[in-house]
């Protein structure tokens, strides 16, 4: 047996080839900010930017040309307080965007994505209400329903396609899905951030949308990275309460949850190459140590291998053009 027959050339190589990923598995993130003609650079995240509304349109025109799936937005309020009012505000920052948006070509060759949490537009950075608790503080969960809930029939007014709360909440899908049936937007789906670690690889995310906690962590209600079978007990749940599609977060270091939960569930299921899997691999190429893409493309199609239905990543717009 000469397992090397078929490797001998590019055209056998593809020709057997098990996994594939084309340019509408890819889900591009863009993160909103107020003004005109804005497009300011992300420092830890090379190539990365804030753009204004305008600036986003010609993103998302791109985006479509090199036929990528679909654009998740996240919003940089002009202000922020404590329950951040930003998320659900019918002129909010990326209701601005989806308004633009979605009337376009673009916008309806593409699926357009909500990230439905409250950390961007609280003054905290916390992604729920806080309390006061035993001296300290704490994220109280139910109260926090109410105002996801809100955020979310907010974007779906505004033009959402789907909504994806990423808080971590128990219960908020729930809580979402009654609150979409009940203002007519029983026909959009959830996309759930159903496994969502507490990561150190969400750094760079934390600049680009101006959403670092003020004090303490988020370990409360993100995800220990060390369980695996909690994971599939939250995918679980979140599927009984009505999400349609899962979002595993972060990617590559999870790449066992990501099988796990193939292996477990008929739903779609997305990978979130996070913003710490973008900015290292970025760094590796700006000194020479990986070739770029090669690197870029392999850690794609190991999401797809592991059995992710589309990637969330900043390399959308790239790896389209080589895809395609």
């Not at 404590?82 to 633009?100: F, R, Y």
């Not at 994220?139 to 994806?164: F, H, I, K, M, W």
């Not at 609150?179 to 680009?208: N, V």
């Amino acid at each position: 047996m000469r397992m090397r027959r078929l490797r001998r050339s590019e055209a056998l190589r593809a020709l057997v080839r098990e996994t594939a990923i084309e340019p509408g598995d890819l889900i591009y993130p863009l993160f909103i900010c107020p003004g005109e003609g804005v497009r300011r650079a992300v420092g830890s995240m090379p190539g990365v930017f804030n753009v204004s509304v305008d600036e986003a349109v010609r993103e998302a025109e791109e985006a479509a040309r090199l036929g990528v799936g679909g654009l998740l937005l996240f919003g940089l309020p002009e202000a922020k307080d404590e329950q951040g009012t930003g998320a659900w505000e019918e002129n909010g920052i990326v209701q601005q965007a989806l308004g633009a948006l979605k009337p376009l070509e673009a916008g309806k060759k593409m699926v357009l994505i909500a990230d439905v949490c409250l950390c961007e537009y609280t003054s905290h950075g916390h992604c729920g209400v806080v309390v006061e608790s035993q001296g300290g503080f704490e994220v109280d969960n139910d109260p926090t329903l109410e105002l996801l809930a809100r955020a979310a029939v907010s974007q779906a007014t505004a033009g959402a396609d789907v909504v994806a709360p990423s808080d971590m909440m128990d219960g908020r899908i729930g809580a979402i899905r009654r609150a979409l049936d009940a203002a007519g937007f029983g026909m959009t789906p959830i996309l759930s951030y159903a496994s969502k670690f507490a990561s150190a690889f969400y750094g760079p995310f934390r600049e680009a949308a101006d959403s670092a906690p003020q004090f303490g962590d988020r370990r409360s209600y993100q995800m220990d990275g060390a369980n695996l079978r909690e994971a599939m007990r939250e995918i679980d749940l979140d599927i009984e309460e009505g999400a349609d599609m899962i979002l595993m977060k972060p990617a590559m270091p999870y790449l066992d949850v990501v099988r796990a939960a193939r292996e477990r569930v008929g739903v779609p299921i997305g990978a979130y190459q996070v913003s710490g899997e973008y900015s290292m691999l970025q760094a590796a190429f700006e000194k020479g140590w990986l070739e770029p893409t090669r690197a870029m493309l392999e850690s794609l199609v190991s999401m797809r291998r592991a059995g992710a239905d589309f990637i969330v990543t900043y390399f959308a717009k790239e790896a389209a053009k080589l895809l395609g």
